[in-house]
């Protein structure tokens, strides 16, 4: 039996790259937010948390605040991932793009605990929870949207844009701190300084929103409202049906955004209060990785297509594994051309992760129930692991006296996440995503489809 033509989700790859785009700009925005926090996180501690008298424990606190409004984003996931499984995903991504610029414009407008004592906390706290509530919609979202409006045979190679806006965020809010930090003063700094680039983040939100508005919806989704006229099933069914794919998804966000945020979030502050270098060189050094970054993650998605996203992210997480305690150990050496290379090894390793998981962990799941799926796993281990590794590495280098203790932690994580997927993953690089038609994008890969069996299209468990 041949699959007929008809049943085969046909895109255009200009609107495909037009997607990409504007759920990059969305993703950006996200974690432009987030990098402001981690860069000006000294900062922050002491405009809000003032009434500490331990500068070490300031930055507990405000990376606790930072851990914290992790907890909304499984909250997020549930309230987004219902929606976007029964409305379409387009709804929800022009919805959490525009709370995410609203909360980021807002912490740059709170008063400080000097001025408004133990408010300015709460009011921290508050932005964070919007941030993190829009966040438990946005990325999973994203993902889901990419995934279903790419051909099969390059889902990662676009599905790396979402990432590569992750770094433009990064790299934006590394530049505006690192300018900032140059030009004016630590008085300057401190009393205004911190807030521009949390205001001018405001304009990048509506010109994530303006794009996203003019999207079409995800072909597959259209398709499974248009075939499927079952009840959508309930989260106990999902849990009941779906338990390996979840927990395989759940430890693969756990390794990924473990790396991500030691990386990305933490590092500035390591750099900084542990081994005594500047603000202003830390930053320029991991935007300097983050740079080469991008054209990694690009390159490693292309290769995941071609090579299958299992064998890549074998060899990432094998990498990992064998060289993060070197990696730590080279920073703690301190000149800086050692901590360049320390940095660059995770960033290297990162941007592996980066070219793979966003296409990866859609394909886990099936269409109807894919969203909602991904949204509360993904969440609910990143507020476990992702959100608290900055908080947990302060705490064990803290506790222990070791600079190495950050390293110890992403290596277990690492051998953790190479076991599982040696055993309990099968790549779905080139494949129809779980429960959809194929999709392509060219009448050579129609045909080519076309003369395949089913048993060769549709996933076997």
Known sequence: MKFRKEKVNVVDMKQTKKSVYATGIGNAMEWFDFGLYSYLAIIISQNFFSAVENDELKLVF????????????????????????????????????????????????????????????????????????????????????????SPDNKRSALGSGLEIGTLGGYILASILATVLFVTLSDDQMASWGWRIPFILGAPLGLFGLYLRRHLDESPIFENEINENTEEPA?????????????????????????????????????????????????????????????????????????????????????????????????????????????????????????????????????TDVRYRTLSVTFNVSVSIFGGTTPLVSTWLVHATQNPLAPAYYLTAVSVIGFITFFFFFKSTSGKALKGSHPTVSTEKELQAVAKKPDDALWWAE
């Open 234 to 366: 309930s989260f106990r069914e999902i849990l009941r049906d779906h338990k390996r794919d979840i927990i395989v998804c759940f430890i693969a966000v756990a390794f990924f955004n473990i790396t991500n945020y030691m990386l990305l979030s933490y590092m500035p502050s390591y750099l900084n209060e542990v081994m005594g270098i500047s603000s202003s060189t830390s930053t320029i050094l991991i935007t300097g990785v983050m740079f080469i970054m991008i054209p990694l993650a690009y390159f490693f998605g292309k290769l995941s297509d071609k090579k299958g996203n299992r064998n890549i992210v074998l060899f990432a997480l094998a990498g990992l594994s064998i060289l993060s305690i070197l990696s730590f150990y080279l920073i703690g050496l301190k000149p800086l051309l050692f901590v360049g290379i320390g940095i660059f090894i995770l960033g290297f390793f990162l941007a592996i992760f980066e070219g793979t998981m966003p296409s990866l962990l859609p394909s886990i799941f099936y």
């Open 62 to 149: 405000t990376f606790a605040t930072f851990a914290i409004a992790f907890l909304m984003r499984p909250i997020g996931g549930i309230v987004f991932g219902r929606i976007g499984d029964r409305l379409g995903r387009k709804v929800v991504l022009t919805t959490t793009i525009v709370m995410m610029a609203a909360s980021t414009l807002l912490i740059g407008l709170l008063p400080t605990y000097d001025q408004i004592g133990i408010w300015a906390p709460i009011l921290l706290l508050l932005a964070r929870i919007l941030q993190g509530f829009s966040t438990g919609g946005e990325y999973a979202g994203a993902m889901v949207y990419i995934a279903e409006s």
